[in-house]
């Protein structure tokens, strides 16, 4: 069983940047491909930025040469910096731990990003 705690949302102004960050709780954090996804009212939640066990890393088209995943396995934590935001960056974003393609993910809670001036 795996928790998972994000935090570091909020309101910027375009052109800003957040960091995200995504406590995990249990054993074996390194184990596991963290993501993160982000969602707005009325559409599907959209895939990120991923990093893989062994830190292989890829990001949505939208979203690269801006945003970078990383993670702190001493820390249990995946972060993601943002930078150069937009209003189109607003959502509810959501971490997520797979241990497997088998096996059915974790998410956050989410927190909320909100790019305006």
């Known amino acids: 069983q795996v928790q998972l705690v994000e935090s570091g949302g909020g309101l910027v102004q375009p052109g800003g940047a957040l960091r995200l960050s995504c406590a995990a709780s249990?054993?074996?954090?390194?184990?596991?491909?963290m993501a993160w996804y982000r969602q707005t009212p009325g559409k599907q939640r959209e895939l990120v930025a991923a990093?893989?066990?062994?830190?292989?890393?890829n990001y949505a088209d939208s979203v690269k040469g801006r945003f970078t995943i990383s993670r702190d396995n001493a820390k249990n934590t995946v972060y993601l910096q943002m930078n150069s935001l937009n209003p189109g960056d607003t959502a509810v974003y959501y971490c997520?731990?797979?241990?497997?393609?088998?096996?059915?993910?974790?998410w956050g809670q989410g927190t909320q990003v909100t790019v305006s001036s």
């Open positions: 997520n731990a797979r241990a497997s393609i088998s096996t059915s993910p974790y």
């Open positions: 249990g054993s074996r954090f390194n184990i596991y491909a």
């Open positions: 990093i893989s066990p062994g830190g292989n890393t």
